[in-house]
């Protein structure tokens, strides 16, 4: 048996204002994807699944990138002829594997996946099983389902099943191709613009639990609750369930807005507590338990933002913290001017405030250089297993407080970065960091207590901030009108 492997993933803020262009894709091709077996991937995972059941795994292209603006039509264009290429060369397949995002926008295409995924069908022909995995912030289109056999999403946020996913869609290929029949998927979207919320505790844990309950049903093969993503002006914009039975089309729907009715029904239990840097810190400063882990949710990399916003830090520093640490703020010009002065070198810096207005001020200061690094990573808890090089890294020190400073766009994702500049993250008091979620995965076993830091930025939850000129009519929770099943 045969099964192709190839994706592009991006999760695109329309909101951002550059386009994003081919040159800041990460590109494998070939036998370089299947590097990636070993790490807790959606490409590792279904490599795994491959190895196990003795399947050739077919290697074309995927393509991939920091959540940023929308795509360059240029850009998209030439990744998905070469898939296309490469998959009618391949032929025959016995099955396809897609590693997709969901919220993919390229200028002049508003469904990214959908597009790609109608013109792999169209290459590969209706007999051959195509499956996919997605991030659960995608948002999705019944047009992009009716061609797929098979969509399978991340349960869980912070994103730690992705290789569990994958390792479902294989299994529905070979399933497939075993017992010789065709599933259904149905796509029910409700007017709702969800804030980013953990499964980890809380609504979401209580919400995910509902989801999987669905899946002890024997006609149905998935339920993928997609959160949607919020910081997108498309005509799908939206929450999500997607529903996959074994050949029901009826009960696929039924099942589906089951799921999206218990969810509309609960819709201000996600309305998220909103909290300044100053209320943040303040907050945080009042704890008895430490470490206070305060994530600055409103700018994370992971949504398109650039990683230099100044509101939080400002405000650590204007409160004269002790024992407190930022890990870390996205500015390669002080970075470099760090590595050339050395480690021992007090020098004067204008950290970040440079991609825009919108995610604070410049801030000039005189800093001791304490670490560096290359940034070279590996991470420890979501994708475990996978390279991470954020550029060279910089400790900072300034009136008591350390400061990470990295070179390229990433949220933190894990103790890594601290561990890499000499920082044990449980001798702090307070440590900030930017990320809406997925630093639970690395932090939340070690935090005391967790408050989130919501001052502007492109992925604040105020997202009533941000023009709405495509959406499909009156959305939650902007809108009081907004309606679903009345």
Not at 17 to 39: M, N, Y
Not at 299 to 304: C, E, I, K, L, Y
Request: with cysteine.
């Amino acid at each position: 048996m045969r099964i192709a492997i190839a994706g592009i993933g991006h999760e695109t803020n329309t909101y951002c204002k550059d386009l994003t262009p081919a040159s800041h894709f990460h590109v494998e091709r070939g036998e370089q994807i299947l590097r990636a077996r070993g790490t807790e991937t959606s490409i590792g995972g279904a490599l795994e699944t491959c190895d196990e059941l003795g399947i050739e795994p077919v290697p074309i292209l995927m393509a991939g990138t920091q959540p940023s603006g929308t795509i360059e039509f240029s850009a998209y264009d030439g990744f998905k002829q070469e898939i296309l290429e490469g998959l009618a060369k391949a032929m025959p397949l016995d099955g396809v594997f897609l590693d997709l995002h969901g919220a993919g926008v390229v200028d002049g295409i508003s469904d990214l996946e959908g597009d790609l995924v109608r013109s792999i069908r169209d290459v590969v022909g209706e007999a051959v099983p195509i499956t996919a995995t997605f991030d659960l912030h995608g948002n999705i289109t019944q047009d992009m389902a009716d061609a797929l056999d098979g969509g399978f999403a991340c349960h869980q946020y912070p994103h730690i099943d992705l290789h569990h996913r994958a390792r479902e869609a294989i299994l529905l290929i070979k399933r497939m191709l075993e017992e010789n029949f065709r599933p259904v998927l149905h796509v029910e979207t409700l007017p709702l613009l969800m804030p980013t919320t953990t499964t980890f505790v809380g609504i979401g844990k209580e919400t995910l639990a509902d989801v999987l309950a669905e899946e002890n049903a024997d006609d149905v093969i998935d339920v993928s609750w997609f959160h949607g993503f919020p910081y997108a002006d498309t005509p799908h914009v939206g929450t999500h369930i997607m529903v996959t039975t074994t050949g029901s089309r009826e009960r696929a729907e039924q099942v589906g807005k089951s799921v999206a009715t218990g969810i509309w029904k609960n819709r201000e239990k996600f309305r998220p507590k909103s909290l300044s840097a100053e209320e943040a810190v303040a907050e945080a400063m009042a704890s008895e338990a430490h470490p206070v882990i305060i994530n600055e949710t409103s700018d994370n990399t992971g949504g398109g933002t650039p990683g230099d916003g100044t509101h939080l830090l400002k405000a650590m520093l204007d409160a004269k913290l002790e024992k407190a640490c930022f890990g870390f703020i996205v500015d390669a010009e002080v970075a470099e001017q760090a590595h050339k002065a050395g480690v021992g070198a007090d020098i004067t810096v204008n950290l970040g405030g440079k991609y825009d207005d919108l995610h604070g001020d410049t801030l000039t200061l005189n800093a001791y250089v304490k670490a560096l690094h290359d940034g070279r990573l590996v991470m420890r808890a979501m994708g475990k297993g996978s390279p991470m090089h954020l550029g060279k890294l910089a400790r900072l020190v300034v009136d008591g407080i350390d400061i990470i400073v990295a070179s390229r766009r990433s949220q933190t994702f894990d103790i890594g970065p601290f561990l890499a500049v000499g920082i044990d993250v449980t001798e702090y008091d307070i440590v900030a960091l930017k990320s809406s979620n997925h630093f639970r995965a690395g932090f939340q076993d070690i935090a005391a207590k967790i408050v989130t830091a919501d001052p502007p930025g492109l992925t604040t939850h105020h997202i009533e901030v941000f023009e709405r000129q495509h959406a499909p009519g009156p959305m939650w929770p902007i809108a009081d009108n907004a309606q679903y099943g009345e």
